[in-house]
């Protein structure tokens, strides 16, 4: 029932910026812990950034701190990944990962299709 899109990946030259989108629309619940991960061939996937509904912090990936920020918009239903300083290894697939709920109690997740970021000269 719930639709995430995942957009604003593309090429970018190492140390150059993208934001990518996650608009999350289709379902009555409310929306509560948003991820952003990352899957490159071969290897792990990875959690990029954790954001909570509110008042806790957002927890990052080590090895993008200090570059990438993650920021939600609870009006409009959709979370960002500004990534700044981009690296050869930042390339991959991004995944926006959902959480549903009701009364605090989640209930269900959903997963966007992904968005390739490639970085590359």
């Known amino acids: 029932q719930a ?3 995942e957009s604003g990946g593309g090429l970018v030259q190492p140390g150059g910026s993208l934001r990518l989108s996650c608009a999350a629309s289709g379902s009555l619940f409310t929306i509560y812990d948003i ?6 061939p071969g290897k792990e996937r990875d959690l990029v950034a954790h954001i ?3 008042g806790a912090s957002t ?4 090895s993008v701190k ?9 009006v409009n239903n959709t979370a960002y990944l500004q990534m700044n300083s981009l690296k050869p290894e930042d390339t ?3 995944l926006c990962n959902v959480d549903y709920g009701r009364s605090g109690r989640v ?3 959903w997963w966007g299709r992904g968005a390739q970021v490639t ?3």
Request: hydrophobic fraction near 35%; avoid cysteine.
């Open 59 to 62: 927890i990052y990936l080590n």
């Open 107 to 109: 209930l269900d997740s």
């Open 119 to 121: 970085v590359s000269s």
């Open 52 to 54: 909570p509904r509110t």
């Open 92 to 94: 991959a697939v991004y």
């Open 3 to 5: 639709q995430i899109v």
């Open 66 to 74: 200090g570059r990438f920020t993650a920021s939600r918009d609870n």
């Open 35 to 40: 991820r952003w991960f990352r899957q490159t």
